[in-house]
């Protein structure tokens, strides 16, 4: 009776740390790129960099993640997850290290090491779910979600002022984050020393498969929807403080606009994965996301700064509803932890693809026409394409299918 206490108490304690892994890892897979949006003005005159440059800070993670999702996926067959992801915040660390030394090389040095070990993080989480949680894939999945938000709307909102209280202006904005991924570490440690100490325990190891994800339509609808969907929202965090600045609003105003975008998604992340997993398509979703989508983009075109918290609250619920959904379809549409991870690195690596195309397309198109106009026009094509693979994507068939 004793030894099944004991055994009871360990599986609790896991349970835990299993959970906090998953919070304290999501918690780092965006807040790193959002902080850099509000304190951009400070990190362009400090260094002195033109519109292609400040572009890079956010396309450079995108390019990583695009490059090196596969390849993170197939790592995935002979590491073990924990693993992976403790290489990903150490590496994610360096990163954020380097990125605030003050040398522009170095700068764009750190943003390439972000993008690898933010990538690792993207990749592997949706299989550690899957294989550590496979009846509450959707609940997880929330949770998630929401941590990834809830973080990167801190940073959205207080990235500035976090600046201001450290005294080392932006990059204390940008340092602080180090301390996010250092608890991350802490805790995939402990889980380490807890599986060696209590080798009954369930491993984090996945099975093997010769799958070629390539080769399935469903894999590529789940891929154009990620990456169109990220598309969208990475062209918002990196020139929404530019074109509002355009329109007039003061550049902490709009970091908290990111703010109010960041903590709509919250609740949205928090309930869709939940619901939409008792769904048994989610083709209904898609409609609603792609009509708010694009009416955000024509609320810029005809209202600029107008209403602006009330479209910023319409692009929190349409990107909270669209990121989770794509999140959910790597463990929905899969039939184990192996295709789940591979899904994702095909997903990832193929969407960010996509999406590191859009800050660098919607700046260059501002360049041409300095009304911002043109740029979201090419959002609004991009909701439309969105559309037409999400629809696919929403259907109850599996990548193996």
Known sequence: MM?????????????????LVVIL?????RSPIVAVSPVLGDVRD?????????????????FMFAACSVLVSRFSNTLGISKLLMYSVIILSFGLFLRITGSLWLLFLGSLFIGLGICIGNVVTPGYVKNNFPQQIGLMTGIFAVSMNLTAALASGFSVKIGEWTGFGW???LGIWLVIAALGLLVLILELIFNKKN????????????????KSSQAWNISAFMG?????????????????????MQGES?????????????????????????????RIMIIFICALMFGSTMMFVFLKSEWIYVNAVIIGISNGLSFSLSILFFSARTKSSINAVKISGMAQSVG???AAFGPPLFGKLHDWDVSWNSSFYFLSAAVVLMFFFGMKAARNKYVED
């Open 352 to 354: 960010y693809l996509i």
């Open 228 to 248: 169109l969907q990220s598309l969208f929202y990475y062209c918002m965090v990196a020139w929404l403080p530019s074109f509002l600045a355009d329109y007039h």
């Open 199 to 214: 080798p009954e325990q369930p491993k984090t190891a996945l099975s093997t498969s010769d799958f070629n994800m390539f």
């Open 46 to 62: 400090a260094l002195k960099l033109d519109n292609f440059q400040v572009s890079l800070l956010t396309s450079i993670p995108l």
């Open 171 to 173: 990059r204390g904005s």
């Open 254 to 282: 709009s970091g908290w606009v990111l703010f109010v975008i960041q903590i709509t998604m919250i609740p949205i992340t928090f309930c869709c994965p939940i619901i939409a997993s008792k769904m048994k398509d989610q």
């Open 3 to 19: 030894k099944n206490e004991i055994k009871r108490n360990a599986s609790y304690a896991l349970l835990i740390i299993n959970v």
């Open 25 to 29: 890892i999501s918690s780092n897979l």
